[in-house]
């Protein structure tokens, strides 16, 4: 696998309260540095973003921050990055995101990390991409949003062939083989 391969990475600017997401978080990146995919993510140092990019750079892997004017000045960025784009606006930041990424995952996160995932999940089926978008379920994080997109596809308002191209993973290694890496 020589080829360029980069998971956008959606996840908390905090740690949470279950110390499994940061463990999980630190599995990620080193795992994608150790199989050569870069990491693409939100540029902030702080929470599970800065867990992820961290372990990533430790393991000598590849990282791509984006982040914008406003969120530098908020919460800094992660030292030594690959690559730091700084952007204008939270849009320009999801669009560079989703150009230079291969695939998408959700970690566990707030509001933030829901609206970028439905983003790309989306966009997917309105074939404005066709890159994977998966849910890394730590400890059952995402039950009751799998749960509540399954309710969406009884009630017609979802199309199950749609829900059906959604990854599901519970750890970053099942994450990686189903994203066939």
């Known amino acids: 696998m020589s080829e360029r391969f980069n998971l956008a990475v959606y996840c908390g600017a905090n740690m949470g309260n279950d110390p499994l997401f940061a463990t999980r978080a630190r599995e990620l990146g080193t ?4 199989r050569g995919i870069g990491v693409v993510y939100g540029g902030g140092q702080n929470g599970l973003m800065g867990t992820v990019a961290g372990a990533a750079l430790n393991a000598g892997g590849k990282v791509y921050g984006v982040v914008t004017h406003q969120l530098v000045g908020m919460e800094g960025v992660y030292p030594g990055q690959t690559t730091i784009d700084i952007v204008d606006t939270m849009h320009e930041r999801k669009a560079l995101m989703i150009d230079k990424a291969d695939a998408f995952v959700a970690m566990p996160g707030g509001p933030g990390t829901l609206e970028e995932f439905f983003e790309v999940f989306s966009w997917q089926f309105l074939e404005i991409h066709s890159k994977p978008v998966a849910l890394l379920n730590v400890n ?42």
């Open 31 to 34: 795992l994608c540095a150790q």
């Open 140 to 181: 059952g994080y995402w039950d009751k949003l799998i749960e509540a997109m399954e309710y969406m596809s009884t009630t017609g308002l979802l199309k199950p062939s749609y829900l059906e191209r959604l990854i599901v993973a519970q750890t970053p290694e099942e994450l990686l083989e189903k994203l066939g890496r």
